[in-house]
């Protein structure tokens, strides 16, 4: 079975501090995916960035970058000089194609509260 | 472009009661899923289309209904409605990918409340 988790349940920041949230994955298969998915308050979720599991690179987009960490199963996401705009919840989300069947999971969310 | 839109967007419903969520997207996107968000458990995939007229289970099926009788909509039935149903239903669709390797675009979600 898969997991994803992510233990932070909700994280306050103050505007322009930087923030990091941290996202832990268990899989058995070998090829699969990670992604960050965005929730305001509006409610639909917003695709951020997809991470297969042969192509450990950092990446970097704007103000956001992610780590993926084969060695410790981890894919955190970090908001660097956060802006009122970047609250809501991050999703993790793992996904992997098993017997034929696609496995999709995500994980329980970390709600971000950026504070003027 | 519309990408995908759920109807309703909220709905009470007694226990014992049927209803049909609709989700369509102009997207052409093969798969189309459904999830069902909860507090404190994230997003569970209830089930899924890799194409029109198939569907296969996910993580948490039962008490569901599904149907993709045309590739732009993807339907999910509750027959009969359990107050456990009460959560907010979320609609997604995707084009094809290997190991499930391409973005979902999400729905604006559908509040169901079961008394």
């Known amino acids: 079975a898969q997991k994803v988790t992510q233990a932070q349940t909700e994280i306050s920041v103050v505007e322009k501090e930087d923030v990091t949230l941290d996202c832990v994955y268990e899989?058995?298969?070998?090829?699969?995916?990670l992604f960050w998915y965005k929730q305001p308050p509006s409610g639909e979720l917003v695709f951020l960035i997809r991470?297969?599991?042969?192509?450990?690179q950092n990446e970097i987009s704007g103000r956001y970058s992610w780590n993926f960490q084969k060695s410790t199963s981890s894919f955190n996401f970090t908001i660097t000089a956060s802006q009122v705009v970047d609250s809501a919840v991050y999703f993790c989300a793992l996904s992997s194609l098993s017997g034929g069947y696609q496995k999709v999971t995500f994980g329980t969310g970390t709600k971000l509260q950026v504070i003027p | 472009n519309a990408g995908v839109t759920q109807t309703p967007k909220f709905r009470v419903l007694k226990t014992g009661q049927s209803m049909t969520l609709l989700c369509a997207q102009d997207m052409n996107h093969e798969y189309m899923y459904w999830y069902r968000q909860d507090p404190g458990m994230g997003l569970r995939l209830i089930h899924y289309?890799?194409?029109?007229?198939?569907?296969a289970k996910g993580e948490v099926p039962d008490g569901y209904n599904v149907s993709r009788l045309k590739k732009q909509n993807f339907l999910l039935g509750l027959e009969s409605a359990a107050p456990s149903q009460t959560s907010v239903y979320f609609c997604?669709?995707?084009?094809?990918?290997?190991?499930?390797?391409?973005?979902?675009?999400f729905g604006p979600g559908t509040r169901l409340t079961v008394l």
């Open positions: 991470r297969n599991s042969f192509d450990e």
């Open positions: 899989t058995r298969d070998t090829t699969y995916y």
């Open positions: 289309s890799v194409g029109e007229g198939t569907t």
């Open positions: 997604a669709s995707s084009y094809p990918g290997g190991s499930g390797s391409n973005e979902q675009f």
